[in-house]
């Protein structure tokens, strides 16, 4: 079924790129991607590889066509979606406290632009999320659907 964390590695190698990191993620079951329409990509017996560059994280992720399905959104509102949203995205995190935390210029910047809110209003939301973009911008794009 695709390439090996072993087979990848020496091919990155032939092709000069070494010291990439990279290990395969043990007992992975399913992938589920998550489409900003609301459909899912879930995917079934993977195979995951991780690089780290850089202090970056890079999943690679590998499946045979018949294990890959694509879900269709029912139909929820935009406050059920944000919901079921944050309900996955929510986990257990063993991160720096708000008051540790200070988001950077670009990070401010980005959920000002993806969800149009006031500068103070993205601060607020990265500090409580500690610098986790994606939460942040969920948590302002809910607060605003309750208003």
Do not use: F, H, W
């Amino acid at each position: 079924m695709g390439l090996n964390s072993r087979e990848v590695k020496r091919l990155l190698k032939r092709l000069g790129i070494q010291d990439l990191n990279l290990e395969e993620v043990s007992n992975v079951t399913k992938v589920v991607i998550y489409l900003g329409d609301g459909s899912t990509i879930e995917i079934n017996k993977p195979v995951v590889a991780r690089m780290k560059m850089q202090g970056l994280s890079i999943y690679q992720v590998q499946a045979v066509d018949a294990e890959t399905k694509v879900v269709k959104p029912q139909s929820t509102t935009p406050q059920q979606r944000s919901s079921l949203i944050m309900q996955q995205t929510q986990q257990p995190t063993v991160a720096k406290t708000p008051q540790q935390y200070e988001p950077s210029e670009d990070d401010i910047k980005l959920v000002m632009e993806e969800t149009g809110c006031t500068r103070e209003e993205a601060i607020k939301a990265l500090k409580e999320t500690n610098g986790d973009i994606a939460e942040a911008i969920i948590r302002v794009q809910s607060q605003r659907d309750t208003k």
